[in-house]
């Protein structure tokens, strides 16, 4: 099991070792976009990937609010996809603490800083998945806060990405079959995310053919 804090602060180190091109697609988020292997499942795109396992808002010392300049700005992206939250309800989940009215301010704060800075680069938004098994506990609190998600995103101009309803059961859960662990998208989790994902895209203007 990885040291969030450790593992925080050396993907720091490799953001700012990195040398990005501008114009990529920059993924912002935690353990689900890191553990994304877009490079793969959506070869015609250049991703720069900015998640961070167990990475939060950034309602404490660390989080996606202190790194946006070298998560984002830095890399000069043409678009940005941005899921993030999971973990901050989490904690509220395990600890009562943060409370969600401050977990709903700290995603708005996130999403009106990169559209302050950078207001013509296209911002989708994918709300928090569901949990199933010893995770689903959170799922009253993932239905809680995506409508929030939601109307964020549509109150700062940006185009919002329900996964949620792709990959819940009709109970609500994530389906067995997307997970290992309950919380964490699987082989298969990551193909349907990469096809839903996939029309969001901008389109990609094919090479023309070598003579």
């Known amino acids: 099991m990885i040291d969030p804090e450790q593992h925080y ?24 976009l890191e553990w994304f292997d877009a490079a793969r499942l959506l070869p015609a795109w250049r ?35 941005f899921e993030n939250g999971a973990n901050d ?9 943060p409370p969600m009215e401050a977990i709903i301010a700290g995603y708005e704060r996130v999403v009106t800083a990169i559209r302050g800075r950078l207001p013509a680069v296209p911002l989708l938004i994918v709300n928090v998945l569901p949990t199933t098994g010893r995770f689903a506990g959170l799922n009253p609190l993932v239905r809680e806060f995506n409508p929030h998600v939601a109307r964020i995103a549509a109150q700062h101009g940006c185009t919002h990405m329900d ?11 994530l389906r067995a079959e997307l997970t290992e662990d309950g919380l964490h998208l699987n082989a298969a989790g990551y193909k349907l995310f990469a096809a839903r994902l996939e029309p969001h895209l901008p389109r990609v203007t094919p090479e023309p053919p070598r003579r």
């Open 9 to 32: 602060h050396e993907r720091l180190r490799q953001f700012a070792n990195e040398r990005v091109e501008p114009g990529g697609i920059v993924l912002l988020g935690s353990s689900h």
């Open 47 to 81: 991703f720069v990937n900015r998640g961070i396992a167990s990475d939060r808002l950034g309602l404490t010392e660390r989080g996606i609010l202190h790194r946006l300049d070298s998560s984002v700005f830095d890399c000069q992206p043409a678009f940005i996809v």
């Open 89 to 97: 309800l989490g904690e509220l989940w395990r600890n009562g603490t």
């Open 163 to 173: 996964f949620d309803s792709a990959v819940a059961s009709p109970a609500g859960e």
